[in-house]
């Protein structure tokens, strides 16, 4: 089982920079991983996901150019680089961890390790 720990959230202004980690606990280097985010009364979303091993990167059209995902396996951790913030940013953010490979990768039900969130908040 993979434990998932996210950090990095916080207030920003509108065009600022966060960046988030997730660190995981256990053997994450033949897994998915991935970004997703939930904003008050909407439903969870997928913001980017990454292939471990073959290092492809998959993002959501909202945030595609703003942020980046990669992953450093050496510490067991992934990032989200989130440039240009937009108030419509704002949202808890999640990471994830799955198996395998999937048709959907920035889809919720194909992963089976979540964390705790990590709070963004955008101002305009």
């Known amino acids: 089982q993979v434990q998932l720990v996210e950090s990095g959230g916080g207030s920003v202004q509108a065009g600022g920079s966060l960046k988030l980690s997730c660190s995981a606990s256990?053997?994450?280097?033949?897994?998915?991983m991935a970004w997703f985010r939930q904003a008050l009364g909407q439903e969870r979303e997928g913001v980017a996901a990454i292939d471990l091993r073959a290092g492809s990167t998959y993002y959501a059209v909202s945030v595609k150019g703003r942020f980046t995902i990669s992953q450093d396996n050496s510490k067991n951790t992934m990032y989200l680089q989130m440039n240009n913030l937009k108030p419509e940013d704002t949202a808890m953010y999640y990471c994830?961890?799955?198996?395998?490979?999937?048709?959907?990768?920035?889809?919720?039900?194909?992963?089976?390790?979540w964390g705790q969130g990590t709070q963004v908040t955008v101002s305009s």
């Open positions: 994830a961890s799955g198996s395998g490979w999937v048709a959907a990768p920035l889809e919720s039900n194909n992963y089976s390790n």
């Open positions: 256990g053997y994450i280097s033949r897994h998915r």
